[in-house]
Structure formats: C-alpha cells, structure tokens
C-alpha cells in the first residue's frame, strides 16, 4: 500500500482543518472595528480557538500559513488588507505575536484536554504574549512612550478580550467534540 | 447534511475587496516569479529609501496602478482603514518628534520635524499596501501558490507542497464562511431571533452551528480530496519566463540597488 | 465483465455500530444501477468503500481486478466518486482548476491535463464557465462540475450520491442529460438516491438497501411494486398503472 492513500489520513483532515482555522483567523479580521491605531479585531479569537482545538505544531502551522498568505498579499489582515505593509505597519507586532502565542497555548492545553483551569491559563498566557510583541512594536513605530502604547494598544482592548477567551473556551469545547472523533463517520451515514 | 448553497448566497462572497482580477495587461503577464521578487524589491526598498527614493517609487506604483483602469476608487475606498491608522501614526509623529516648531499656540506642539517624518512614513506605509494590492489583483491565486513552491523548494525541512496547497484551501474557505454566516444568520433571523436582546445568546447560537458546520464541511472536503487521489505530489503548474521578465527584474533590482544606496 | 465485485463485505465503524453487514453484491461493467433506501441504510458507506476511501472490516470490495485495499489509488482511478454536497469537493480557485485537480495529482503530463480539462468541460458544457470561480455557479453548474472533475481523471465507473438532491427542476433535467450521456458512451453509473422518481425510467437494475444489507436486488419492474416496505416511495406512475416516464421528455 501507498503511505497517504490508506483511510483518509489524520494528516490531510488536519491540514484542512488547519486551513480552515486561516480562513476564519482571516474573516474574523475582516470585521474590523477602528478605535485609535489599533482595531477591535476578532481575529485573536479565531488564534485562541486554533491553538485551543489544534494544538501547538498544527495551530503554529494554521498561524503562519494565515501570516504568509498576508505578506503575499492575500486579502486577510484587519479591515480586508494584506500586504508587508500590515506587519512592519504600526498593528504589524500583533500579528506577529500570534505565532508564539498560538504554540504556548497549544503547549499547555496538550498537557491535559479539555481541562477548564488549563485552557484559561493558555489563553491569558497566549494573549500576554499578543499583547507584549503589538504592544513593543507600536512603540518602536509610533515612537510613543511604553505608558501611552499600553494605553492604547492594550487597555482598551482588556475587556473585549477576556469575553474573548470565555466565547473561545465555549467554542473549543462543542468542537474538540466535532473534531476529537472526526476520523469516525458516523453510522449509516447517507 | 446542509443543502449547497445557492446563487444568492454568493453574492458576500464578491464583496471581498482586493481579489485577482482577469485581465490582460502587461503586468498579467509579467512573470508570477520576477513579479514577486520585484514587488518584494521595492517594499523593501520603500523602507528604506528617502525623498528622491520615494518619488521613483511613486511614479512606478502610479504606472502600476494605471492598469487597473477604474478600480482606483474602489481601492482607496477598501483602504481607508488602513488610511485612517496610517493617519493616526503620522499625528502622532508630528507631535513626538522634537524640533522646532511650526505653530506659535503651544497647545499645537507640531513640529516641522515630525510633519517631515510622519509624512515620509505615511507615503512609505501607503505605498506598500499600493504595492502588494497592484500584486494580488494581477496575479491568479494558482500563480501565486506555483512561484511560492518553487521559491520553497530549495529551502530545507519546508514542505512546499503541503504549503501551497493549504494556502489555497484558506482562501477557498473565505467565501465559503461569509455565506455560511449569512445563511445561518438569515435562518435565525427568520425565526425571530432578533428579539432576543442579549448579544451572547445570538452570539452563541451564531458560532455554535458555524463552527461545527464548517469543520464538517473541512472533513467532507478532506475526503473528497483524498478520493481525487491528493497526495504530496503533482504535476507542477507551467511557468513561463522570457528574457524580457528577467529584463524587468534586473530592471527593478538595479533601481532599488541605486535607490538604497544613494 | 464485472467491473466491481464485492464479496461478504462488512464494515464496522470505529464506535463498534455497524454499517455494512454482509453484502454481496456485482455490477456488470456498462450497466446502470440506482442503489435505493431510506437515510441512514448505508447508501454512502457503500459507495465509499467503491473508491477505497473507508476500507472493510471484513470480505473484500474488489474494483476492476484488483482489490481496494492493496490497491486503493487504483480504485480512485477507476472509480469516480461525485458526492452529495458540491461544495465540499470544488477546490479549484477556477473552474478549469477545479477540473484540473485531479489529473494533477495524478501527476499527468500539463498537455495532456490541459486536453482532458478541455474534452470535460465541453462534455459538461461548462467550457464557457472556465475561468468563472466555482463559488458563484448556480446549482445545476456545480453538480456538473464535481462530475466534470472526477470525469478528468477518465473513471470507469461513475459514482453518484444522491445526484439531484436540492436542485431545481431545469438543473436536474441538465443533470439527469449528462449522466444518461455519460452511461451511453460506456461508464458504468451507480448512483443511490432515496427519491427515485427522477432516475426510475433508467435505471437497468434496483439495488435496495436496508440496516446495511442488500434486502432487494433485482430489475426496476420486479422491485418497485415492493419498495414501500422499505421505506421508499414507488414511482408515481406505478401507482397509476402507467409506464414509467423518463424526466427528459
């Protein structure tokens, strides 16, 4: 027998899923909401979901194909624009800090599924990390003071998050359930 | 199973700004591989370039811009977010960086400086975002996977194959998402949800069904893509360059070079 | 010449319920079989072990001499799977993409793909969509693309799930017209469907399933009279006492 043409493989399910968690990283941006430099995005969410529901080594993935597809151009970064112009643009750390922050909360859920403890602790530790990289470059390009980036690009957003995490621990839960036994069709399935 | 979805349903799916248009033009047919490096080329040289720099630049993205005749409005349009931040940076520049300033009323502490600097950065970030968007509306999507293979393909560890294709399927996914939200939105609403006031109750019940259709429609489409014999390898897409496309390249590379330099 | 055999196959899934029990079942190469029953009697899972995607827990599925599971890149070849919800199996950017996607995997010749994208898409008269995107075809166009893409790969055999389910009634004539093209130039069709008023005028032979077993196999004319035991509505016209109707006329 062939490798990759025995039932259909774990691997390819989780590159389509992994693709799909792009994709819905890449719509949740599209609802952007201007206040200040920084956008009210829902693009973290969808980074929070994937890590939560994927893993580290398949959310790492699902991150940086969304982050490639946007360098190249693609249409996927906050309000419908792509481009290396959004990462080194002021809102450009943000996005980079999804990567590491999509691995440590993929990190710490791996250790225990479906623990509730566990996927808050990921989740906060996973947003800190956004916050430090968005937080460090707005500065860096802005030339504002570490006070008055935290102000605007942290503390407005403190709120909207933490109702972020709650809908993305929610979300994960139904779909660990839809995913955890994907590989399993469903009897007399027509 | 959900129905497909019909021919109403697609309409949010046109509304994505900044798609590949089919054309003809001379920037259709430049070649997807040296158009890539030369965009890549002149980003980076827009960075680092100062006011004579910056002005050759212009006058190529204006060229480039050119050719895609009407769509200059609806551009600017899809940009005025991105317009709006780059706005925000430039005052905030004006107002940070010290030197003299331009105002005698101390409660407007511009500076000649920082309108200088923030404006330099303003066209700098402008002009990029031009750039990339004069990119993706030349070149098919299939162009663009096919040259990031090649462009992989020497690097190590990186399985190229793998990261064409998932690029491909995030974007096919996009407009699969929008019409699935306005469908279960347009489900609800016909059920009267709107009278539930309280936004996590219609949020819930908007994410929930979502969710969980569109993973199984992501397991339907891994398995018909496994049943279309997917596997690591296939026939690689047909590239064609000549001696004018490299022509160009050297064209920009030599541009950007004397840009950098001088 | 049987162009599928399948012998004794059972299949178990993961969660220990059963979804295929015991069938035995052999389809002639050129002929033309609706597979029938109520939802959930296994219509699918059959079809899939035709195109080596779900493999059997026991007996064997062999599909033009060889078996699925040695060989199941053979049966994907061989068997040309369309599935009951277009969407899920479009994955071209473009039309001719999406046509094109299967050959490439194969790993065929760009001149060679290019002929079969282009003899598909005139079959299906899709030509004029080539470069349409997928997305923004109306339904009728879409079935006949997911037939178009695995027509590419030249199967022998056409597998259809559930092929007009939520098409209206020109898409499904426009369905129906291609699909008795298809039959009439030699593929083998096996196509299950639960309404089987649209296909009755048609079909060669009635396979009706029940709980994951063949209950009733047999020519249209000594089937129908029995199928409302079986949870499926007989042809109108039978209960009329009139021949059955082909849709296209």
């Known amino acids: 027998m062939k490798s990759g043409f025995s039932n259909p493989t774990d691997q390819l399910k989780m590159t389509v899923y992994a693709s799909l968690c792009a994709a819905l990283t890449a719509v949740g941006a599209f609802v952007a909401i201007p206040i200040g430099p920084v956008p009210i995005v829902l693009q973290n969410f969808f980074v929070f979901l994937t890590g939560l529901v994927l893993g580290s080594r398949w959310g790492l993935a699902s991150v940086g194909i969304y982050l490639i597809a946007g360098i190249l151009g693609f249409p996927v970064f906050a309000g419908g624009a792509g481009g290396i112009g959004r990462i080194i643009g002021p809102t450009g750390g943000y996005l980079i800090g999804y990567l590491p922050a999509v691995f440590i909360i993929g990190v710490i859920v791996e250790k225990r599924r479906a623990n509730l403890y566990l996927d808050i602790v990921a989740l906060v530790s996973g947003s800190l990390i956004v916050y430090f990289f968005g937080v460090s470059w707005l500065k860096i390009i802005t030339g504002m003071s570490a006070d008055k980036a935290i102000a605007v690009g942290m503390i407005p957003f403190l709120p909207g998050d933490a109702l972020k995490i709650a809908a993305a621990i929610a979300s994960a839960r139904v779909l660990r359930r839809t995913i955890g036994a994907p590989l399993t069709p469903r009897p007399f399935t027509s | ?262 | 010449m049987n162009v599928i055999e399948i012998q004794n196959l059972t299949h178990r899934f993961p969660d220990g319920s059963l979804g295929l029990d015991h069938i035995d079942l052999t389809i002639r190469a050129g002929s033309f079989v609706l597979i029938t029953g109520e939802n959930g009697s296994g219509k699918t899972t059959l079809l899939k072990h035709l195109n080596g995607l779900l493999f059997p827990t026991a007996g064997s599925v062999i599909i033009d001499g060889k078996g699925i599971s040695e060989d199941p890149l053979h049966a994907r070849q061989a068997v040309g799977l369309v599935f009951q919800n277009p969407d899920t199996q479009i994955v071209g950017e473009t039309v001719s993409e999406d046509v094109a996607f299967g050959p490439e995997n194969l790993c065929l010749d760009r001149n060679e793909i290019e002929k079969r994208t282009h003899d598909v898409l005139t079959i299906l008269k899709l030509l004029p969509l080539a470069s349409q995107r997928p997305h923004l075809l109306s339904g009728g166009e879409k079935r006949r693309l997911a037939i178009a893409g695995v027509l590419a790969m030249k199967p022998k055999v056409l597998a259809l799930d559930e092929p007009f389910s939520s098409l209206d009634y020109p898409g499904t004539k426009q369905v129906l017209k291609q699909i008795l093209s298809l039959h009439e130039s030699g593929h083998t069709i096996v196509m299950t469907s639960h309404d089987i008023e649209k296909i009755a005028a048609h079909a060669e032979r009635v396979v009706v399933m029940k709980k994951g077993k063949v209950a009733l196999d047999g020519p249209p004319d000594q089937v129908f009279p029995d199928l409302e035991r079986f949870g499926v509505r007989p042809p109108c016209a039978l209960r009329w006492g009139k021949p059955l109707e082909s849709w296209l006329i």
């Open chain 2, 1 to 262: 199973m959900r129905p497909p979805l019909g021919k109403a349903a697609g309409v949010m799916a046109d509304l994505i700004p900044f798609s590949y248009r089919n054309n003809h033009t001379l920037l259709h047919r430049y070649d997807v591989r040296c158009k890539m490096l030369s965009f890549i080329a002149l980003s980076l040289t827009t960075l680092k370039a100062e006011a004579f720099g910056l002005l050759l630049i212009s006058c190529i993205v204006i060229t480039a811009l050119s050719f895609l005749k009407g769509r200059i409005l609806v551009i600017f349009y899809e940009l005025r977010f991105f317009i709006f931040f780059l706005f925000f940076v430039f005052i905030i520049r004006t107002f940070s960086t010290p030197g003299s300033p331009v105002f005698q009323n101390p409660w407007i502490p511009a500076t000649r400086e920082g309108i200088y600097q923030g404006g330099c950065l303003f066209w700098k970030m402008l002009l990029i975002a031009l750039l990339s968007l004069v990119f993706i509306s030349t070149t098919k999507p299939s162009q663009t996977k096919e040259a990031l293979k090649r462009f992989f393909r020497p690097i190590p560890f990186v399985p190229e194959e793998r990261l064409a294709a998932m690029i491909t399927l995030m974007i096919r996914f996009i407009p699969l998402i929008l019409d699935e939200i306005q469908e279960i939105k347009d489900a609800q609403r016909s059920r009267c949800i709107e009278n539930r006031k309280n936004p996590f109750y219609r949020i819930k019940h908007l994410t929930i069904p979502l969710f969980r259709g569109l993973f199984e429609t992501a397991g339907e489409l891994a398995e018909a893509m496994e049943s279309r014999c997917f596997g690591e390898g296939s026939t690689p897409m047909m590239l064609s360059s000549g001696t004018i496309d490299w022509f160009c390249l050297a064209m920009v590379l030599v541009g950007c070079l004397l840009i950098i330099l001088s």
